[in-house]
């Protein structure tokens, strides 16, 4: 039977929570995590609560200051949103927008090399896989340094890689140059930022991370434009060093504002058990989530890889179908801040729960029907406004279940795993039955089967479908 407590938060009102409001359950330990790090105070002391065996209970919460929510945390959050604007927007354009650079090297540099198209579009993919699968890597290294050091890498990382990739003559150099060297660079400031960023919010959290991740919507937005500009005055060459330049602006600014608050309590971890907790996999709760995400993010990128080619399709311009991707990219940055918002206030899951249903509910009763323009501009809009909240959410999710201890372990891991959902789009294309309805059912089913996974997490946080978790 759950029992209630009150307790008081941040000295300013009191609120009754039920156990499962603030318990993420552990299997490995059979005791429980405060959720989203839930500072819990009292005359400026943590509290502490127990149950009798065989009940859940609460481990000790240790807190030697009230976080600031704000403050020099906002400096935090500009350093990281333009890292986002450059960084991982760039990557995100690549898979989004293949037909920047695509169409120039197929016509000017590899018009002689077979399956060109195929091979071109594993740039963007393998940039994103190394982003994702060296971040438990790179956890180990802010641990081991401290997240200034880690981020001059990153830096430097990021501009060589697309400095380099303006002098490449063959493919496999856009590979190890645009695709290894930068994906690297990104995973060292993506991941960094990311790890420090909750250290400075606690009720707005959701807000400061919501807009740090419409950093990437924004870069996903503008940079292909600016690419396809450039690259028309300037050719490729001067394309991939000017893109270099504005990263590398961007990134020294974060690396002078982005810093930890306490950087003593992270270099002081020695043991690589401690770095990477490997025992986060046993939280039951966190595993979930882990899964929902997975299976969501198999069709977010299905409707920007497929949506100008099925506008031409139904007899569109070519104009109007980039017009459609650029509409749901603008709408993918405006989404990402309601999400944020909407998180401190209605709960962090429920959230997800719900962008992720409307996500879901836009390509299985919009997206299927749509046989017009005007159809199409709505799915965009909306699927934009809503497929976004994972991103903006990852974080803070991976807080309230985990705690701040384990927060980094667990974030490193989950990005690891999300190098699956990459290849979504490729595994639609392989199981097409009609002309793009296999597309549509792809990315719909996969966003419900998250969604129905979002509830089992809910009603294991809290049975009470109106509770805020």
Partial sequence: MTNERAITIDHSHERTFSDQDVVSKSSSTGHSSVSDTAEVYQD???????????????????????????????????????????????????????GVMQDYFERNMFNNVANATVNLSFVGTLAMVCLNSVSPIVQICVSMFGIRYVLIAGTIFVALGL?????????????????????????????????????????????????????????????????????????????YRILGFICLFCDVVACLTVKERKPSAIRNRKKLSQIVNFSVLKDTNFVIFCIASNVGLFGYFVPYFFLPSYASYLGLDESKGSALVAVSSACNFVGRVITG????????????????????????????????????????????????????????????????????????????????????????????????????????????VATITLVVLKLRLNRNPFAKV
Wanted: aromatic fraction near 14%; glycine fraction near 12%; charged fraction near 10%.
């Fill in 44 to 98: 400026s002391k943590a509290i502490s609560l127990s149950e009798t065996e065989g009940e859940k209970g609460l481990p000790p919460v240790q807190h030697d200051e009230e976080q600031p929510d704000g403050g020099y945390g906002w400096f935090v959050v500009l350093g990281a949103f333009l890292v986002q604007v450059t960084s991982f927007g760039t990557c995100t354009s690549c898979i989004k927008f293949l």
């Fill in 163 to 239: 400095e380099m990739a303006g002098f490449s003559t063959q493919i496999w150099h856009l590979y190890l140059t645009q695709g290894v060297v930068f994906g690297i660079g990104a995973s060292c400031i993506y991941v960094a930022i990311m790890g420090v960023a909750p250290q400075w919010f606690g009720r707005r959290r959701g807000l400061a991370l919501g807009i740090i991740a419409s950093g990437s919507g924004i870069g996903g937005l503008v940079i292909p434009f600016v690419m396809t500009a450039i690259n028309s005055s300037l050719g490729f060459g001067w394309t």
């Fill in 341 to 448: 918002i909407l998180a401190d206030r209605i709960g962090k899951v429920n959230t997800n729960l719900i962008f992720t249903l409307i996500t879901a509910l836009s390509c299985l009763l919009i997206w299927t029907f749509a046989s017009n323009y005007g159809t199409l501009m709505a799915f965009s809009t909306v699927f934009g406004l809503t497929s976004g909240s994972y991103f903006a959410l990852i974080s803070p999710i991976t807080a309230y279940l985990l705690g701040m201890d384990r927060f980094p372990s667990g974030l490193s891991l989950l990005l690891v795993t999300n190098v699956i959902p990459v290849f979504g789009s490729n595994i639609a294309s392989a199981i097409e039955a009609g002309p793009f309805f296999s597309y549509k059912m792809f990315s719909g089913v996969a966003y419900l």
